[in-house]
């Protein structure tokens, strides 16, 4: 396939290794080392050409880097159904945090309650990444003016002991306090259910600069130690 091969023409084998090291459930073998902008530069020349038809056609692919750029160029579909369904006919192939978190298609703002009604399906999803991908989508576009209360109280819902699904609650958690504090500290003061991800969204939304440092302290307060 054409633009596999440019993938790897464009691979760094010091870079190989840093990748294995932030992925460290994927083989090595899967990973060719090519950088994000590289990448995201790729997927900007081949959209709407043959080539990018012909990848997106193909799954699973070999190489996290082809679902990199298969992410990408999902990201520059405009219309929002079709968009939508590049996006579900995807997921179950997402295997690993770094392509969850790279796909965030601007396409799909376009009709949110569409999407929220999507994200809560893929909250219960049995797939980790497809959860963690439902999260995301809530955090990316349901923080600001689309923010309602009962969606803090949905990723809190979410049973499992996948370290990639807490840690994503917990960043969720951390923006949502940056974002709309009043309104998701009450989930801080109750306490989330799970300790280590309670523990972990105070911890980042204390590292974040978006957090005031009296809030910071107060939010310390209610660090578990059960």
């Keep these: 396939m054409e633009l596999t091969e440019r993938l790897a023409a464009l691979a760094e084998p010091e870079y190989r290794e840093f990748t294995a090291k932030l992925l460290p459930t994927l083989p090595k073998e899967r990973i060719l080392g090519v950088r994000l ?6 997927a900007k020349e081949a959209a709407g050409t043959p080539q990018a038809a012909e990848l997106l056609a193909v799954l699973p692919h070999d190489y996290h880097e ?31 945090w770094a392509v969850c ?10 009709d949110l309650p569409r999407l929220e009604a999507k994200a809560r399906e893929w909250l219960a999803s049995e797939r980790p990444y497809t959860v963690r991908y439902g999260m995301r989508m809530l955090m990316a576009f349901f923080l600001d ?27 969720y958690f951390a923006t949502a306090l940056a974002k709309q504090y009043e309104a998701v500290l009450p989930f801080i003061e109750r306490g989330l259910p799970d300790k ?3 523990n972990k969204a105070i911890q980042k939304a204390c590292e974040s600069f978006r957090v005031s440092d009296e809030r910071k302290a107060y ?3 209610f660090r578990r130690k059960w």
Excluded: Q
């Excluded at 902008?37 to 790729?42: E, G, N, Q, S």
């Excluded at 750029?69 to 590049?86: K, N, S, T």
């Design 196 to 198: 280590w991800t309670h």
């Design 66 to 96: 082809e679902n990199l750029l298969h992410g990408f160029l999902v990201e520059r579909v405009r219309g929002f159904g079709e968009c939508l369904a590049e996006v579900e006919r995807f997921l179950p192939f997402v295997d690993n």
């Design 37 to 42: 902008p590289a990448i995201r530069a790729l």
């Design 101 to 110: 978190d790279c796909v965030t298609p601007k396409a799909l703002k376009k």
């Design 219 to 221: 939010l310390r307060t």
């Design 145 to 171: 003016e689309a923010f309602k209360p009962e969606y803090p109280a949905l990723v809190a819902s979410v049973e499992s002991d996948e370290y990639y699904v807490k840690m994503m609650a917990a960043w």
